[in-house]
T-cell receptor, first 114, second 114 residues
Framework: SQELEQSPQSLIVQEGKNLTINCTSSKTLYGLYWYKQKYGEGLIFLMMLQKGGEEKSHEKITAKLDEKKQQSSLHITASQPSHAGIYLCGAAYPNAGNNRKLIWGLGTSLAVNP | NAGVTQTPKFRILKIGQSMTLQCTQDMNHNYMYWYRQDPGMGLKLIYYSVGAGITDKGEVPNGYNVSRSTTEDFPLRLELAAPSQTSVYFC?????????????FGAGTRLSVL
């Protein structure tokens, strides 16, 4: 099973609707990252969360880290077609050497219908 | 500011051929990474480098080689290409924010081995 589970795998919403994507770790996190990917492009950094309860926003996208559940949720308010793409979470775990090697979720594919 | 630049964007190789995927960054980042992204498998780390002259294996290094002679460049070499190496390859570089790093990605190289 995956160390980092994202749900849902895919999502289709009507423009203007709110939505939430979750990323759950099977072990204690050191940091949690959210990226967005469009087809044929690289990953665009959205946010990094380090502390339990931390919440960050980027335009209409908000992400929060629940330390108790080892889970992060990414919430998009009033979705727009420009929000469409694949959202990936990545996690850093405490280990002997390198907090820079990330484990990645499989991604959530988001489509926003006008 | 170009960020992380990867070339080529697309390539088709025959089985047994070799090629080098180029990656260069202009942000003076010490850390650089090579990932491959396969459908349903997420991002997997191939190799990473903590600075010029220093490289280390990631999760899936077999069939690949890297070198880091300068801070800016981190080429990935495929020797004797195999169909299993058909994938999208991403290069990234990172800078530190406290105890963690933020990775910035190139646009990717789509490679098919036939």
């Amino acid at each position: 099973s995956q160390e980092l589970e994202q749900s849902p795998q895919s999502l289709i919403v009507q423009e203007g609707k709110n939505l939430t994507i979750n990323c759950t770790s099977s072990k204690t996190l050191y940091g949690l990252y959210w990226y967005k990917q469009k087809y044929g492009e690289g990953l665009i950094f959205l946010m990094m969360l380090q502390k339990g309860g931390e919440e960050k926003s980027h335009e209409k996208i908000t992400a929060k880290l629940d330390e108790k559940k080892q889970q992060s949720s990414l919430h998009i308010t009033a979705s727009q077609p420009s929000h469409a793409g694949i959202y990936l979470c990545g996690a850093a775990y405490p280990n002997a050497g390198n907090n820079r090697k990330l484990i990645w979720g499989l991604g959530t594919s988001l489509a926003v219908n006008p | 500011n170009a960020g992380v630049t990867q070339t080529p964007k697309f390539r088709i190789l025959k089985i047994g051929q070799s090629m080098t995927l180029q990656c260069t960054q202009d942000m003076n980042h010490n850390y650089m990474y090579w990932y491959r992204q396969d459908p349903g498998m997420g991002l997997k780390l191939i190799y990473y480098s903590v600075g010029a002259g220093i490289t280390d294996k990631g999760e899936v290094p077999n069939g690949y080689n890297v070198s880091r002679s300068t801070t800016e460049d981190f080429p990935l070499r495929l020797e004797l290409a195999a169909p299993s190496q058909t994938s999208v390859y991403f290069c990234a570089s990172s800078y530190s924010v406290g105890r963690l790093d933020i990775q910035y990605f190139g646009a990717g190289t789509r490679l098919s081995v036939l």
